[in-house]
């Protein structure tokens, strides 16, 4: 096709768009909008902007006064920190159609030529395509075409939109908890395989007047165990996080949900939970995919005596109940204590490993010495050992965190940072399970480091490692 020909199917396509659009307003299925139906889009929005607002989840934060906790009142988010989560953007345009009847878009609305439609309310969506137009939908108050934004509240609904729960029945006046975890019990066991310990979080629910159901979040692997008050029912709980949630405390009757990123069931990972306007957007959304109702309250931060507190206060007094058909040692991964100091302290008391000495970096250097001297007799290059001594080979790291391996034994996890450790294989000692982490391993088998910080730690001759 020429470039004539070409200019020509261009000028005939415009044109029968814009006698299509003719057509349309003279039989009375569009009409030219006004400036009355821009400021009618507007005012929808920001009526259900501020219905959205009266339905995000409560806020309570806690003050300690003596041994109780006293609420206080936090202002709900402002309509302008709400409206970039739930509102389209809105529309700019000075002309545009309302769609009046049932319509098939006109095609070749492309560009320059594109138009902004609204739809009225109660008329059925159009077919057609709308290229480059838009449109405003006054019965979903939503935009759809090109150049429409989707709003940060679009995307939560699409990243909950596969979430689920098993199937039961909730009361109707259900009242709906969330809480996080910003601090638990260390309890020197893991609960999954993600090299993590896990805390331990002591809740108290005290509802005895409406029935409850729980969102309880955590970051790191948690072991929830939950005590209630008298007249207290829990109906469900959810638990969500980065790494293994358990709970504890509950009957077995009572359905109990969980999902992880760690382990792929990402659709209903609660990132968070706190005040800030993104989380209560996120919080609620996730509370009616998983329940079906938006969160009554969100708890932040509400502890006593080390004691998560939801729903009332309690007092010392408040009689607590629990049940023993998942206990909190059940969750456990190995009966003995296996991560961070707890797990360390566990080997040392049963004497499979034992604090390092200077003695034993002395003995590596001397090993390494041997292997040096070995090695120089054996390459077919001269080389000359007067630059290379003994305490060259002594490791560098300080053996203040240093232990030697006795036994086999599995690494505790959770040996990161500050809880880093240095190992020695003492020779003879099967190589050990379980992950380094941040740790390092000197292994007297094979005269090798092992571990993220032997460029760091060893010594650092030319002596090989093969």
């Given at each position: 096709m020429n470039r004539y020909m070409y200019i020509l199917l261009l000028i005939s396509v415009n044109t029968f768009a814009l006698e299509s659009l003719d057509q349309l307003l003279q039989k009375g299925m569009i009409r030219t909008a006004t400036v009355q139906d821009f400021d009618r889009w507007e005012r929808q929005k920001?009526?259900?902007?501020?219905?959205?607002?009266?339905?995000?989840?409560?806020?309570?934060?806690?003050?300690?006064?003596?041994d109780t906790l006293k609420a206080i009142n936090i202002e709900p988010p402002s309509l302008k920190d709400v409206k970039e989560y739930i509102s389209s953007r809105l529309p700019i345009e000075s002309s545009g159609y309302i769609i009046l009847k049932k319509i098939t878009i006109p095609?070749?609305?492309y560009q320059k030529d594109s138009a902004t439609f609204f739809l009225e309310k109660g008329v059925p969506y159009p077919d057609g395509k709308l290229g480059h137009s838009k449109l405003y939908d006054f019965n979903t108050m939503s935009c759809q075409g090109f150049g429409c934004r989707n709003t940060k509240s679009d995307k939560i609904k699409k990243l909950y939109s596969q979430c689920e729960f098993n199937e039961f029945e909730l009361p109707d006046d259900i009242q709906i908890y969330a809480s996080d975890a910003p601090k638990g019990k260390v309890t020197g066991h893991t609960i999954d395989d993600s090299n993590q310990g896990a805390?331990?979080?002591?809740?108290?629910?005290?509802?005895?007047?409406?029935?409850?159901?729980?969102?309880?979040s955590s970051y790191s692997p948690c072991i929830w165990d939950i005590k209630w008050t008298e007249g207290t029912k829990i109906e469900a709980v959810f638990t969500t996080g980065y790494y293994g949630q358990e709970v504890s405390g509950l009957a077995k009757d009572i359905p109990i949900g969980s999902s992880t990123l760690s382990n792929g069931e990402h659709p209903c990972y609660l990132l968070g939970v706190s005040h800030k306007i993104r989380d209560l957007v996120r919080i609620n959304t996730f509370s009616n995919k998983v329940y079906g109702k938006n969160t009554t309250v969100l708890y932040t931060d509400n502890y006593k005596n080390d004691t998560l507190i939801i729903g009332n206060e309690i007092s010392k007094s408040t009689k607590l109940y629990s049940s023993n058909d998942n206990s909190?040692?059940?969750f456990f991964t190995?009966?003995?204590p296996n991560a961070g100091n707890a797990?360390?302290?566990?080997?040392?008391?049963?004497?499979?490993?034992?604090?390092?000495?200077?003695?034993d970096l002395n003995s590596w250097a001397q090993e390494r010495y041997k292997?040096?001297?070995?090695?120089?007799?054996?390459?077919?290059?001269?080389?000359t050992a007067m630059n290379i001594n003994m305490n060259s080979l002594k490791p560098?790291?300080?053996?203040?965190n240093g232990y030697v391996i006795l036994k086999k034994i599995r690494i505790p996890a959770e040996l990161y940072g500050g809880n880093l450790a240095v190992f020695f294989l003492k020779k003879g000692v099967p190589y050990p399970d379980g992950d380094l982490a941040h740790s390092t391993l000197f292994d007297f088998n094979s005269l090798q480091c092992k571990g993220s910080s032997c460029g760091v730690c060893s010594d650092q001759s030319q002596v090989s490692n093969n």
């Open positions: 920001q009526k259900e902007l501020k219905v959205f607002m009266q339905e995000l989840p409560s806020i309570i934060k806690w003050k300690k006064q003596a095609t070749s609305f805390f331990l979080v002591k809740v108290v629910v005290n509802s005895p007047n409406k029935p409850v159901a729980l969102i309880l909190i040692e059940s190995t009966t003995e797990g360390m302290e566990y080997l040392l008391k049963n004497n499979m490993i034992r604090r390092a000495t200077e003695h292997l040096y001297l070995k090695q120089l007799k054996t390459s077919s290059i001269k080389a560098i790291c300080s053996y203040d």
